[in-house]
């Protein structure tokens, strides 16, 4: 599952590197805050390999980045942990890559607007009077 989200670069915690079965390995955390309804929230991704780590050392705390990451979970002892690891980190400022050519959507004017957004909100007064008090509830 890959997702993305935009936020600022809160914290960058130190890289953790080591030497396993494998071969060497490094990977660094870091906490965004993003922009919740009126809130503000955070989360720690994790940045694996020494490449995404020097991708990551770019930026700075205060920088404004869009995050390209995956959602996994593990169970351990009975627990789950979630781990949201990066595949890309960029400036939010990036520019997106030009589209291919096709001609623009006429953009519909503010007067065009539908129906339902040009008319106001009821009021008490546009309610229908009671004329017996009689409920007409069908039970």
Do not use: H
Not at 35 to 47: E, L, Q, Y
Not at 67 to 93: C, H, M, P, T
């Amino acid at each position: 599952m890959a997702l993305e989200i935009e936020g600022t670069l809160a914290q960058k915690l130190p890289v953790q590197s080591g030497n396993s079965a494998r071969g060497p390995w490094a990977k660094q955390e870091f906490i965004l805050e993003f922009p919740d309804g009126n809130f503000t929230a955070k989360a720690c991704f994790t940045a694996w390999g020494q490449e995404k780590v020097q991708d990551l050392g770019k930026y700075q705390v205060g920088d404004k980045v869009k995050v390209s990451f995956n959602l996994k979970s593990r169970e351990y002892n009975g627990r789950w942990y979630n781990d949201l690891q990066i595949w890309k980190i960029a400036s939010a400022g990036a520019a997106a890559q030009p589209a291919p050519a096709q001609p623009a959507p006429q953009a519909r004017p503010a007067a065009q607007a539908p129906a339902w957004q040009q008319a106001p909100a009821p009021t008490l007064e546009d309610m229908p009077a009671d004329s017996d008090g009689a409920e007409d509830l069908p039970f």
